[in-house]
């Protein structure tokens, strides 16, 4: 059976580092990004299953990301989950109307990010 790709896109070192330990013992392959511009290129190549967007990084926040992956026939319809350090009923608007399917905050719980994902996949039928 072949496990799913998750993309993580998040500039601090060590938050991306805990999410891929915690992803890869959950069973996932992970694929991470530290830029809006690796994202990007990262998520057109390697096609992930799901990303997981930092919102505030170098070269674009992870909207911006977010609009060019839901905007390429590659990687549209790809589930969206945002993890940021400034959460709040506003960005989780904003989120949602991009099409995310969650807005989580850091630091994050493992167990509510876990089951997002997992619904999240759900939710296209993976």
Known sequence: ??????????????????????????????????????????AIRERPDLCILDIGMPGGSGYTVADRISKNCQTVGTPLVFLTGHASAEEEAK???????????????????????????ASVGK
Do not use: C, W
């Open 95 to 121: 989120a949602k109307h991009i099409g995310a399917f969650a807005l989580l905050a850091k630091p994050f719980n493992s167990e509510l990010l876990l089951d997002t994902i997992v619904q999240a996949l």
């Open 1 to 42: 059976m072949t496990r799913l790709k998750i993309m993580v896109v998040d500039d601090e070192e060590e938050i991306s580092r805990l999410l891929t330990l915690k992803l890869r013992q959950s069973g996932y392959d992970v694929i991470n990004a530290y830029d809006a511009v690796q994202a990007t290129q990262l």
